[in-house]
């Protein structure tokens, strides 16, 4: 049977393989090149096995699989800024052809969840012809959490979740990040069975057994899909489906991920599977390149692990503690701009007086404070969106304080605060 680092397997005697995704050395399964390798090679394994009739899909940890890895995310920031369009675009779709070769298998796919699928632990979900996820709220959460980071789930998310489920779900869930747990996605449709951890494994391979010629949806001849409630032919679609979705035009200007998922959306809608797919690519590629969806990346998530690591988000780091309580301090900054309904504007003033005060105190070490930014951008999600922005202009600001740069600070209060980092 097919074995390595990644994936274990064992056939049954009905043919059907159980492949365990567990990577050594991790505490959760995520997507890295080494893991598309084990991927890829199982998929060829099967593909020429005749013994084997069809693969339940499942984790040998305690969540399914958490996203992408955070290596993979830092090379695609950087290649980002240096590689021509048709090389990123062979790099950045790779996992989503994996995907869509795994989608086309003759033999069926059923992803048997047994915990956390984000990102793309969901996209492969997607891909895989039938899902049954265990029966537990608190241990299992399905979503495609990118806009979070500035980005969309560009493996095939935008076109399946909404063809899956509908648009008026599906594009909330790829507008928010926000997941659902068992109960609304088999509500939704989302996944075909909800069962308890003993019945997990058995009910994946009995649906397996059951599809000897495995189609997706969108793969069936005539496939069509109603993008109802929404217009995909409106000239005003963008601005209807944000309005409908909560996301304000200051949010539409100036985070480039909100219309780029609308584009993907809308954009492949009529299309065949492959070719929408492909367009969903070319507005990833293009989003990637986009310095603004880059430093996110960097501000919302690379740099926040950083900060975690340094110990900057713990208790008593020196960011929490005394006079120099800069989480604490932007926290209340934040509750107070929610209470009386603050704009936008109002939240950076009062999030950047309480920085410059933390910063001004005189103890707070440069290192340090060069991780304001992934802080702050940790703990306001709400700022429009993902607060790349705001959280740079914050952390500059404290950081010119800190070096007595008063023109700086000068510069930094005469530019917009939508102004580019």
Same mark, same amino acid.
């Given at each position: 049977?097919?074995?390595?680092?990644?994936?274990?397997?064992?056939?049954?005697?009905?043919?059907?393989?159980?492949?365990?995704?567990?990577?050594?050395?991790?505490?959760?399964?995520?997507?890295?090149?080494?893991?598309?390798?084990?991927?890829?090679?199982?998929?060829?394994?099967?593909?020429?096995?005749?013994?084997?009739?069809?693969?339940?899909?499942?984790?040998?940890?305690?969540?399914?699989?958490?996203?992408?890895?955070?290596?993979?995310?830092?090379?695609?920031?950087?290649?980002?800024?240096?590689?021509?369009?048709?090389?990123?675009?062979?790099?950045?779709?790779?996992?989503?052809?994996?995907?869509?070769?795994?989608?086309?298998?003759?033999?069926? @796919?059923? !992803?048997? +969840? &047994?915990?956390?699928?984000? =990102?793309?632990? $969901?996209?492969?979900?997607? #891909? %895989?012809?039938?899902?049954?996820?265990?029966?537990?709220?608190?241990?299992?959460?399905?979503?495609?959490?990118?806009?979070?980071?500035?980005?969309?789930?560009?493996?095939?998310?935008?076109?399946?979740?909404?063809?899956?489920?509908?648009?008026?779900?599906?594009?909330?869930?790829?507008?928010?990040?926000?997941?659902?747990?068992?109960?609304?996605?088999?509500?939704?449709?989302?996944?075909?069975?909800?069962?308890?951890?003993?019945?997990?494994?058995?009910?994946?391979?009995?649906?397996?057994?059951?599809?000897?010629?495995?189609?997706?949806?969108?793969?069936?001849?005539?496939?069509?899909?109603?993008?109802?409630?929404?217009?995909?032919?409106?000239?005003?679609?963008?601005?209807?489906?944000?309005?409908?979705?909560?996301?304000?035009?200051?949010?539409?200007?100036?985070?480039?991920? @909100?219309? !780029?998922? +609308? &584009?993907?959306?809308?954009? =492949?809608?009529? $299309?065949?599977?492959?070719? #929408? %797919?492909?367009?969903?690519?070319?507005?990833?590629?293009?989003?990637?390149?986009?310095?603004?969806?880059?430093?996110?990346?960097?501000?919302?998530?690379?740099?926040?692990?950083?900060?975690?690591?340094?110990?900057?988000?713990?208790?008593?780091?020196?960011?929490?503690?005394?006079?120099?309580?800069?989480?604490?301090?932007?926290?209340?900054?934040?509750?107070?701009?929610?209470?009386?309904?603050?704009?936008?504007?109002?939240?950076?003033?009062?999030?950047?007086?309480?920085?410059?005060?933390?910063?001004?105190?005189?103890?707070?070490?440069?290192?340090?404070?060069?991780?304001?930014?992934?802080?702050?951008?940790?703990?306001?999600?709400?700022?429009?969106?993902?607060?790349?922005?705001?959280?740079?202009?914050?952390?500059?600001?404290?950081?010119?304080?800190?070096?007595?740069?008063?023109?700086?600070?000068?510069?930094?209060?005469?530019?917009?605060?939508?102004?580019?980092?």
């Amino acid at each position: 049977m097919f074995n390595d680092a990644n994936i274990q397997t064992e056939l049954d005697a009905d043919g059907i393989l159980l492949a365990r995704i567990d990577m050594q050395g991790r505490t959760m399964n995520v997507f890295s090149r080494a893991m598309m390798d084990s991927l890829d090679a199982l998929m060829t394994f099967v593909a020429g096995e005749p013994a084997v009739k069809g693969v339940v899909l499942t984790s040998g940890k305690s969540a399914f699989l958490a996203g992408a890895d955070l290596d993979m995310i830092r090379v695609f920031t950087e290649r980002a800024k240096v590689d021509a369009v048709p090389e990123l675009n062979k790099l950045f779709g790779h996992l989503g052809r994996l995907f869509r070769r795994l989608e086309l298998s003759t033999k069926p @796919y059923v !992803a048997a +969840i &047994n915990g956390l699928a984000l =990102g793309g632990g $969901l996209e492969v979900a997607l #891909a %895989c012809h039938a899902r049954v996820v265990l029966d537990d709220e608190k241990a299992v959460q399905l979503g495609l959490p990118e806009i979070k980071l500035g980005l969309l789930p560009g493996a095939g998310g935008t076109q399946r979740l909404p063809r899956l489920i509908g648009t008026e779900k599906g594009l909330q869930m790829l507008l928010s990040g926000d997941p659902v747990g068992p109960a609304e996605a088999l509500k939704l449709k989302l996944v075909d069975a909800v069962v308890p951890a003993d019945q997990l494994i058995a009910k994946a391979k009995e649906i397996a057994r059951s599809m000897p010629q495995p189609r997706a949806l969108w793969d069936r001849h005539g496939a069509a899909f109603d993008a109802a409630p929404y217009d995909f032919s409106s000239p005003v679609v963008t601005a209807t489906i944000a309005k409908a979705v909560g996301i304000s035009d200051y949010q539409l200007q100036y985070y480039p991920a @909100y219309t !780029a998922i +609308i &584009n993907c959306v809308v954009g =492949g809608w009529n $299309l065949p599977l492959t070719p #929408a %797919c492909e367009h969903e690519m070319e507005i990833f590629v293009e989003l990637m390149r986009d310095p603004v969806a880059g430093n996110m990346v960097r501000t919302l998530f690379l740099n926040r692990l950083k900060a975690s690591k340094l110990g900057l988000l713990a208790p008593d780091s020196v960011l929490t503690r005394g006079e120099h309580a800069l989480i604490p301090a932007l926290k209340a900054a934040n509750d107070q701009a929610k209470a009386t309904g603050a704009d936008e504007a109002t939240k950076l003033a009062l999030a950047t007086v309480a920085a410059l005060r933390c910063a001004a105190a005189g103890t707070v070490e440069q290192p340090e404070l060069a991780d304001v930014a992934a802080v702050v951008g940790g703990l306001f999600p709400s700022y429009a969106g993902g607060p790349f922005t705001h959280a740079r202009q914050i952390g500059a600001a404290a950081l010119a304080k800190l070096a007595g740069n008063d023109a700086a600070i000068a510069a930094f209060f005469a530019e917009p605060a939508t102004a580019a980092a």
